[in-house]
């Protein structure tokens, strides 16, 4: 195992009144690995990912990005320096349209600026013209062609959380923090962007951190697995191992369901 | 005869139909399970039956009487039920509160209906007076239904119950669904994990495009080599 | 003593008296914003539409010659409630509901609500004119002078008959409100529908129904509010409208949608108005003798000139917000 | 045909509460004119009101109408200081017409460079204040409270109180401001109070701030005495009131030519069906009827010369015109008779800016009545 | 979508076309109020308009582009009709030659101690004063830092009032002060965004409205800076008055009417230049940014946009077309009356103008401010020719006239406007021209 580690969690606590979601939790996310989170519902696993997204502030610990402490960091700062989320609960612009939804992520975008918008249409417009092409890329590989002039906010449930993975490939990012994108997409769908996951991983060389409940994805796609429940890792290793352990069987899996 | 019927259902939000033509019928003692493609329609076809869209044609009968674009406060009282997909709790109320809302219509006594869904959902009754904001995804899944629950209904539609949970509260969930249609309550549901809801569901039907496009029982579905590859993901 | 009977009715008995008007027209604000989510800007003028209808069946009443106890205008205040409650029920029929079906953002209902208050003050000054009345007619405005002797004082400590009743109107609606809103099934019902209008719809609330008792009990409450103010002060054409800013500011302070947070609210602007001009020096006088020679307490000891009275008022809200981005009482938000 | 008279009245926005009464003496003096024989023989004076609302921004727009559109030969109004300036500037100067205002009482209406175009028929508020001291000094006052509202009128008039009341030796404990339409005053009040003076003087308006800062102070219980300026005096002032409780109460108001001008006025607007004493009701019925009279001495429905028709018929000498007398004006102006009107707000004399010196009468509560005591020496 | 609905000329649901059929509508309608008010009144109208265009276009920019509700507008036009009068009024000679600039300097080094003072106890944490106690020093820092500022500036204030009146101006061209104003709106507001834009919707409505009442106080009652209540007038045009083509010889009423295009003309060049700015802004991928800040700003945030940095941006944009906007109509009117700005006449009915015309469209701010403001200026013939006519005919019918019917007839011109609001919402009530979605083809 190396210890080239892209995030590096150091005993990070965050309380929500009495409730300690994530307590004195530590962990490691190593570079071009896809690193699994797995645990219980309110297990402070979305609580985590927020903290190393910037998206909240912990009340205590550090944590560091590519060696640096990005601890209380703004998200944007962190997006800056390569660091790109997903939401559990889908963050769509719901009064854009869903291309328009792709296109805005790029952040170095010249058109931003105001001076250029104004003096440097042409540069403008170049910089647009690319950013297009890769937003239409994007949607048709995603199957959401035919809905890219709706608004995102009329979107079903699972189209929100495709367009929520787009926006992860619309940059170059180093580690994209995925949360239970999975969730009402469907299978068919999902093993395309499985897929592709692995080929943005393998080839482009990105990091991903997932949550995820679907055990088939987890187990295709990760290795290590980390295992949280009650604010704390109680467990980390290849897939295999996860499930071979009857305590995380018992408080995680549960029982086969039966047939009516 | 069927406790619910869709006949060519054709409707959508305005402008361009979602649904072009969906076929649906469930009895009583059914639990039926809707798969299919994002954007298939799916959440579509649940909100066309509550009356949260409007039906251009076809129609929607339940128990033999035409219900097609019945408000919703008048669909409850008739014995349906709807868990949406999103936002199904009201966060800034306690269980409690949410599980009375569930039975606003009814003018008899609730309490026994009460009793049973907390039997039926013990943690529930543990948390009564907690906000139903403050719970955890599971748990907040189990007033939603419970909610739909205290109405009493003979129809009880739920909008992917397992999503977002993790695979022990799905298990346990699908569970309930089974109990709850062994009382007496017939089932229609949407859900993504389709192999294990169709495990159980005595109808299928696989939605695409807004129109059916296989239908049969969930072991007919699992077993058919084309659904399986198309929509549940080989 | 004497000092202190001069804060006692300064600005205890002030403070509280201006904290009751603001709540009064607070409790209606953060109700319609807890249940409709929006910003009613004419409650102001609801609240004045209210007094003048109270005005004009206390002069029909008077005209009978029916006399009691009470002032007229509270005896005529329950049935002047009832129809401006219906008046709001019109209000919203004929201008909010349509935008509502439409799903427009609150900020064009917010800006409907201005055209209906420069709508209601045309009416008002058509039909009334534009000059003070008094609520009072023909009757003395009874003022008790509580004799202070006892507590060793020289002057009486005083309160009008109206601002009992507004504090105690106050007291008694806000209590009121609050319960009807946690403890029956039908406030459970507006509580649920401005938690999640579409969740209720699907409980089998009839939405629509919740939304007419709403306006109907904003209405009512609005008369209440006007009249007690009109009673207090006088009755003008631009009564409430001059104070719907300090309302709306009590109502947002102590969180939109909470009636204690309106309370709350009104008290603290009151009470911030109130000190923030009140003359410290009167205090300091007991004092003066055992003050060092070179240390004479000036005449004049405010905070602020009382031009900057609602300043300081207002740079209380501030602070006040930045503390608690959501008001005292934690508000809903849009 | 007609002769056009433009009114440009605050009608609404913040001095809605007294514009009507003042737009409406303003259209008795019309009425008069036209139930006495018209104007310019046999024609028809007739008012056109427009809104300046005691805004700039609006009374520039409806000044311009008045001048621009409708043509009128002269304006009276407006009443608010800033909202009467932007509409010199705006229409009433580069269009040549004259203006009357009957309450832009502060000094700087004064200064406007304004071609003898603006004029006034409220006396300045320097003279009121300065009159107002004088008495209560003689009078054995030494030591008062003020209380003003916030705007061009209370400031002018109680900083020079302040000014002649302290130079001639008294004190003036506490100078304090109020806005208008607030719910309460006691805060103000109560600062007025804790310096423990016995006198509160108020300038503001009786329907407005003042009046409720007079009512609260009495609720409190605390003065013997209350002085008030024109903005509290008024037969209003004791409708709403128990005149018990403002026994003594002393007020102060641009003194009638002699004591039964105003007597005159008031019969004519309570026959009208009017209040004769509403706030500034008196100095609006005199800019109106000596517009009247200025044109009809001018001639012609020509807006050159009224500036200098309006000195004539203003200013002494000549035969003396009381409110109501426009047949007997217009007679003796076509016989070529020099005459001198005499307002029900004086006796109106303009000075080379425009202001209206005058006499200040006092007036005192007396048994439940408001009486006159003549004027200020 | 429907190919019989493209063909009509008249489809309102085609943005473009409805765009140029209510703008026809609204030349229309200045033509006609032109033909019968006079050309005169007309240039009138049209100037200022343009200067409320100018504002809901600010305005615009902080509530379309980035959902701020900002309700400190009358403060900013406050700041700004400052800064012109102070820029353009003439040197005040006496005040130069008094006491006035050194006291005015000790304030202002009062002013800076207690600035200090205040950052100063904002760091005793790094003296190991914590938690409560800090917050206790940072309050007793205010505190003392008040007392110094007004013990100097209480002085300084009288003896300007009591002596020279007020400062004066410097005498410059009126444009610079347009210039300063946007420059002055635009601190302040960068001050307001700093301290307000954590605050979210009706919670930041009324901490801005507060600030606006803050200002207004301060404007009103600095008697030695802006002559508060006493007004200043006259303040200079940048181009000719109607004076002084009269000078030339020209007839009164070309006079008006060449003065008054003279300045809309400049007015239209500025707008028209700014227009044109924050359209192309709007548009580009800076607006994107913009919108999608407004639409959520949690994931904004983590798709790289700087939140706060860029609502503060937007703030101080549209502050700036704000504080000109105050400024120009200052200029036009030729004065300076702190008292006659009041809430519901300078805050609300901008944001009138910008949700009737169309939020998010800046055509939609032009068309509402055009159209509100000529609506509130013809509601004042328009409540006449009504109400005295019901009057007229409830007289008729045996009823009696309305009393007082000359002024009640004109307040109901608040009525007419209301109607106006009311009615334009219910049949648009997503605006007159609404935000324009952008879809690919
Ligand atoms: N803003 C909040 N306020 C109060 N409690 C919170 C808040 N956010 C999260 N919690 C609580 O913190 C705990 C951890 O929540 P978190 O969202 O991190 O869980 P999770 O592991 O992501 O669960 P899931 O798999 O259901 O998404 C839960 O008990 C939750 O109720
Ligand atoms: N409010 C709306 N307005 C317009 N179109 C909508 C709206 N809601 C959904 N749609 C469109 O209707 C189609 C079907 O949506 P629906 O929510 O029924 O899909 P679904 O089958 O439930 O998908 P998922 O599995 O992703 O939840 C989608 O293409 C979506 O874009
Ligand atoms: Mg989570
Ligand atoms: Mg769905």
Partial sequence: ?260 | MALIELKSLVGGYGGVPILNGVNIAIEQSDIGVIVGPNGAGKSTTLKAIFGLLKVTSGAVVFDGADITNAQPDKLVPRGLSFVPQEKNVFTSMSVEENLEMGAFTRADDYMPTLKWVYDMFPPLLEKRHQKAGELSGGQRQMVAMGRALMSKPRLLMLDEPSAGLSPRYVIEIFEQIVKINKSGVGILMVEQNARQALAFASKGFVLAGGQNRFTGTGAELIADPEVAKSFLGG | MDELIFFINRVLISGTVLGSIYALGAIGVTLIFGILRFAHFAHGDMMTMGAFITFVLAGLVSMLGISVGIPTAILVMPLAMVVTALIALGIDKGFYAPLRKQGVKPVTLLVASIGVTLIIQGLIRLIFGAGTRSLYGNEPKVIFRIDTAWMGGSRPITITEPQVFMIAFTIILVLALHFFLTRSRLGKAMRAMADNADLAQISGINTAVVVRITWLIAGALACVAGTMLALDVALMPDLAFNIVLPIFAAAIVGGLGQVYGAIAGGFLIAFAETMSVFNWSTMLRPFKDIMPSWLAIPDNLALVPTEYKLTVAFVILVITLLARPTGIFKGAST | DDVKLGFLADVTGPIAGFAGGMVSAGNLAVDQVNAQGGILGGQKLVSITADGACSADTAGPAADRLVNTEKVTAIFGDYCTGSTIAAANTAAIPGNVVMISPSASAPTVTTVKDNDLLFRTVVSDAFQGAKAAQLLLSQGVKEVGVTYVNNDYGKGLADQFVKSFTEGGGKVAANVAHEDGKADYRPEIGQIEATGVQTLVIYGYENAGGGAILNQAVEAGSFKLFVGGDGMAGDALLKSRDAASLEGMILTQSSAASGEVYDIYAKLATDAGLVPDTTYGPQSYDAAFLLALAIEKNGTADREGVSKALRDVANAPGEVIHPGEWQKAVELIKAGTDINYEGASGPIEFDEAGDVAGGIDYFVIEGGKIVNKGQIQ | MSTASESRWFDLDNPVKRGVILFAGIFILIFVVGLIQGGANAGLLLSQALAYALIALGLNIQWGYGGLFNFAIMGLMMVGGTAVMLVSVPVNQSFWAGEGPMLLGRAFLAFLVGLLLVLAARRVDRIGIRGGWRVAVIALAWFAGYVIYRSQIDPAAAYIEANNGFVGGLGLNPILGWLLGGVVAAVIAYIIGRICLGLRTDYLAIATIGISEILRALVKNMDWLTRGTQTVSPIPWPVPLPQDYQADGVPIVESFIYARFGFFALLLVIFAAIFWLVQRAYGGPWGRMMRAIRDNHVAAGSMGKNVTGRQLELFVLGSILIGMGGAILVTFNQIFDPSSYQPINHTFVVWVMVIVGGAGNNWGALLGAMLIYIVWIISDPLAQVIFVNISNWSQSMGWGAIPEIDSRALQMRVFILGVIITIALRYAPKGLLPEVMRRES
Avoid at chain 1, 32 to 52: E, H, R, W, Y
Avoid at chain 1, 106 to 119: H, I, K, M, R, Y
Avoid at chain 1, 140 to 165: I, M, P, T, W, Y
């Fill in chain 1, 1 to 260: 195992m190396s210890f080239d580690a892209v995030i590096d969690v150091k005993d990070v606590t965050k309380r929500f009144g009495g409730l300690r979601a994530v307590n004195k939790c530590s962990l490691r996310v190593e570079r071009g690995s896809i690193t699994g989170l797995i645990g219980p519902n309110g297990a402070g696993k979305s609580t985590l990912f927020n903290m190393v997204a910037g998206n909240i502030v912990p009340d205590s610990g550090t944590i560091y990005f590519d060696g640096q402490d990005i601890t209380g960091l703004p998200p944007y700062q962190l997006f800056a320096k390569g660091l790109l989320r997903t939401f559990q609960i889908a963050h769509e612009f719901s009064h854009m349209t869903a291309l328009e939804n792709l296109m805005m992520v790029p952040s170095d975008q010249p058109g931003e600026d105001l001076v250029n918008v104004w003096f440097r249409p042409d540069f403008v417009r170049k910089a647009e013209h690319h950013v297009r092409q890769k937003a239409l890329d994007v949607i048709d590989f995603l199957k959401l062609g035919h809905v890219k002039n709706e608004l995102a906010g009329n979107l079903s449930g699972g189209q929100k959380k495709l367009l929520e993975l787009g926006r992860t490939m619309m940059v170059d990012a180093k580690v994209v923090l995925l949360d239970e994108v999975a969730a009402g997409v469907n299978k068919t769908l999902l093993q395309d962007l499985a897929a592709n996951i692995e080929r943005m991983n393998q080839e482009l060389g990105y990091t991903f951190f997932v949550i995820e409940h679907d055990m088939d994805l987890i187990g295709r796609l990760c290795d290590p697995v980390i295992v949280m429940a009650q604010g704390e890792v109680i467990a980390q290793g290849p897939m295999e191992e996860i499930r071979a352990n009857p305590e995380i069987i018992e408080a995680y899996f549960g029982s086969p369901v039966e047939a009516a």
